[in-house]
């Protein structure tokens, strides 16, 4: 009779053993999902966040398109980017815009941001930013 209550007493703890790895996999899946959704959330809000900058800046152009280069450098017209930027972000579950940059590049205006320590950038054709 040993033998056998031996060899329960075996299985019992090989059965603990295995449903603790179980449990160990499980935890480590769970974290590996929450943080890939964290990553795919940042992005949407990063990329979000970077078109309402652009938006924001080619409304305004579209009013004035022959200062182009001029908007770019206008610390209003930077500061309403960054507005749009952080309530795109916020609504989309982002927070903290770092650092909103624009500029004139060949023939587009372009808007570049960080949020979360990733960077993103959207723009728009400003044929007025090439030179003449």
Known sequence: MDSVSDERGQA???????LGIAATAIVGLR???DGIVAGARA???GEAAVEAAAQSVADIYAARPAAA???????????TARVAAEELAHENGGRGVEQVRLSCIGDRIEARLVLSGYSHHAGFRAPECSPP
């Open 12 to 18: 019992i703890l090989i059965l603990v053993l295995a």
């Open 43 to 45: 992005q949407r809000a």
């Open 31 to 33: 974290a590996a999902q």
């Open 69 to 79: 280069k001029e908007l770019v450098r206008d610390p209003r017209v930077l500061e």
